[in-house]
């Protein structure tokens, strides 16, 4: 919830299925469709969209497959409610 917040979405977006998935796309950068990829090849997708968000919020994309993909309950608190990471939109949007 308060990751979508600090990306300027509406936080109740998180707690809805599929829809989050969309939303959580487009906070890293990523068209919508791309939650299809994700139905097909989930720890691909995974992967990739926790790299895309590392960059978004200022950090490398090895910080992303650490603490967003393997360390997810952690990482994903840091984001949360660290204020030392700060969202940055994707280029275009």
Same mark, same amino acid.
Request: proline content about 11%; overall charge positive; glycine content about 8%.
């Given at each position: 919830?308060? +990751?979508?917040?600090k990306a300027g979405k509406p936080g109740w977006a998180a +707690?809805?299925? +599929?829809y989050n998935l969309v939303v959580l796309c487009e906070i890293a950068g @990523?068209?919508?469709?791309w939650v299809l990829i994700g139905i097909?090849? !989930?720890?691909?997708? %995974?992967i990739i969209i926790s790299m895309?968000?590392?960059e @978004?919020? !200022? %950090?490398?994309?090895?910080?992303? +497959?650490i603490w967003l993909f393997l360390?997810?309950?952690i990482g994903f608190y840091k984001l949360a409610f660290d204020d030392s990471f700060t969202y940055t939109a994707p280029s275009g949007n």
């Open positions: 919830w308060k +990751i979508f917040e +707690i809805v299925p +599929i @990523r068209p919508a469709w097909c090849v !989930g720890p691909v997708f %995974q895309d968000l590392a @978004r919020f !200022g %950090q490398e994309r090895n910080w992303g +497959i360390l997810a309950p």
